[in-house]
C-alpha cells in the first residue's frame, strides 16, 4: 500500500525533552515537508527537502531539526528549545519534477501533547 | 508579503443550499492556487487546482486576480461535502512550498 506513513500518532513528552517524530514515505517522492497544524492558524511550513542530504528552513523553523539521509525518510526532532511545541504535525511529499507544484501528498499526522 | 484569509472559521449549510469558501491571497507574481480538504479522520487531499479549471464533487473555483480571489463554490451542498477546507497558494519558485490559510470548517445540516 503507497502512502506516506507518521509514527507515532499520539506521543506524549515532558518538558525539556527532545522528541523525534517519523515520516516515511514509498511513492519514490524526491521532495518531503513538515507542517505545523494549530486551531485556527491553518498549517505553517517547518522544513522541506527537496533532494536527499539538503533541506531548508521554513517559516517556523526555530525549536526544530530535520534530517534526510534516506530518499523515503524525513525525521522530525523537537526540540526543547521550541517554546510552545504541543501540535498536529503533519508530513507531505511530492514527485518532481511534477506538473503540478502545488500537489502535495499528506500523512494522517502525529500529535504530539508536552506535558 | 505571501499570505492567504480565509475569513471564515465556521460555514453552516443546509443540504441542498449553495456554498461559497471564500479565499483571498496576497502575492506580488503569478501564484499558482489550490484548494485542500480534509473529511473527519482522513488525511489532507487535493481537491482542486485553479490552473485545470476543473469541477471535483460538484466544486469549483475561479481565480479572480484583480479582486486576488480563489473562492470555492458548490450550487447544491451534500451532507458528505462537510469537512475542513483549506486554501493554499504557491508561488513561483519551483519548491513545492506552500502557504495555507486558516482553514474553513464547512458543516452541511440535514
Known amino acids: 500500500d503507497g502512502g506516506i506513513t507518521q509514527s507515532p500518532k499520539y506521543l506524549f513528552r515532558k518538558e525539556g525533552q527532545n522528541v523525534t517524530l517519523s515520516c516515511e514515505q514509498n511513492l519514490n517522492h524526491d521532495a518531503m515537508y513538515w507542517y505545523r497544524q494549530d486551531p485556527g492558524q491553518g498549517l505553517r511550513l517547518i522544513y522541506y527537502?527537496?533532494?536527499?542530504?539538503?533541506?531548508q528552513k521554513g517559516d517556523i523553523a526555530e525549536g526544530y531539526s530535520v534530517s534526510r539521509e534516506k530518499k523515503e525518510s524525513f525525521p522530525l526532532t523537537v526540540t526543547s528549545a521550541q517554546k510552545n511545541p504541543t501540535a498536529f504535525y503533519l508530513c507531505?511529499?511530492?514527485?518532481?519534477?511534477?506538473?503540478?507544484?502545488?500537489?502535495?501528498?499528506f500523512g494522517e499526522g502525529s500529535r504530539l501533547t508536552v506535558l | 508579503a505571501q499570505r492567504v484569509t480565509q475569513p471564515e472559521k465556521l460555514l453552516s449549510v443546509f443540504k441542498g443550499a449553495p456554498v461559497e469558501l471564500k479565499c483571498n491571497y496576497s502575492?506580488?507574481?503569478?501564484?499558482?492556487l489550490f484548494w485542500y480538504v480534509q473529511y473527519s479522520r482522513q488525511r489532507l487531499q487535493l481537491l482542486l487546482r485553479?490552473?485545470s479549471r476543473e469541477s471535483i464533487k460538484g466544486f469549483t473555483a475561479d481565480l479572480n486576480k484583480g479582486e486576488t480571489s480563489f473562492h470555492l463554490k458548490k450550487p447544491f451542498a451534500q451532507e458528505e461535502d462537510s469537512a475542513m477546507y483549506y486554501c493554499?497558494?504557491?508561488?513561483?519558485?519551483?519548491?513545492?512550498?506552500?502557504?495555507f490559510g486558516q482553514g474553513t470548517t464547512l458543516q452541511v445540516k440535514p
Open positions: 502575492y506580488s507574481g503569478s501564484p499558482e
Open positions: 527537502s527537496q533532494i536527499v542530504n539538503d533541506f
Open positions: 507531505a511529499s511530492r514527485g518532481l519534477p511534477s506538473p503540478w507544484v502545488g500537489e502535495l501528498f
Open positions: 485553479h490552473i
Open positions: 493554499a497558494l504557491s508561488g513561483s519558485s519551483n519548491t513545492g512550498k506552500l502557504i
